[in-house]
């Protein structure tokens, strides 16, 4: 079976432009989640969604960052305006059923803003 | 809040060996899920073990296993027989009963030598 699919795997882009990244969950799994990892805070949640709608988005940076799941299938993750400190490594997991089921993530993608 | 701790920046073990990465956690949930994950340097999360706050037995996953000892609010993660390949990043993440994103810890980094 198929992963998680993360695109693209790298992303550079400079500074003020648009960077969109995007997720295709597992099939069948009903949340999805957006982390970001960096060296300085680690890994931390930034947008929860089931069933396609956002539950808990309280880890969003800024209006900068906004986040879609259009169908049970796939997700975007949109920076406008991209800076240098939203450079880091951004995955993506998704998982089947109760809130302790397992998450399974992405390979993620990494992100580099000049 | 919850939270967990691991205090272990890094842990070095030889080829064959036994090792223990220590995790603690704290919460006020009485049903949780704390989960183990691997990073190797290619940046993938691979799900290792799960442990439910009400399983009786310790978890365990081939070669893995998980050290519950509830009432210390502890999820050690024991690798038996290690080999080059478990060189990563290991974290150690919770899933409280109220709520459904994981917490995760700032991850222990263990080498291994032949």
């Known amino acids: 079976d198929a992963g998680v699919i993360q695109s693209p795997r790298h992303e550079v882009t400079e500074m003020g432009q648009e960077v969109t990244l995007r997720c295709k969950p597992i099939?069948?799994?009903?949340?999805l989640f957006w982390y970001r990892q960096t060296m300085m805070r680690g890994l931390e949640l930034l947008i929860y969604f089931n069933n396609n709608v956002p539950i808990d988005d309280s880890g969003m940076p800024e209006d900068r960052f906004s986040a879609k799941m259009p169908n049970a299938s796939f997700s975007t993750l949109k920076i406008q305006p991209s800076e240098p400190r939203d450079s880091a490594v951004y995955f993506c997991?998704?998982?089947?059923?109760?809130?302790?089921?397992?998450?399974?993530f992405g390979p993620g993608t990494r992100l580099l803003v000049l | 809040a919850q939270k967990i701790t691991q205090t272990q920046p890094g842990m070095f073990v030889q080829e064959k060996e036994a090792v223990t990465l220590d995790c603690t956690y704290d919460?006020?949930?009485?049903?949780?899920?704390l989960f183990w994950y691997k990073q190797p340097s290619s940046g993938e999360m691979i799900f290792l073990i799960y442990q439910g706050s009400y399983d009786q037995q310790n978890a365990t996953e081939g070669r893995y296993s998980l050290n519950f000892q509830k009432a210390r609010k502890s999820a050690n993660l024991v690798i038996s027989a290690s080999q080059l390949g478990d060189s990563a990043m290991y974290f150690c993440a919770m899933t409280p009963g109220s709520y459904s994103t994981l917490t995760f810890g700032k991850g222990t980094m263990l080498l291994v030598s032949p």
């Open positions: 099939s069948g799994h009903n949340s």
């Open positions: 919460t006020s949930d009485p049903s949780y899920g």
């Open positions: 997991a998704s998982r089947q059923g109760a809130h302790q089921e397992t998450q399974y």
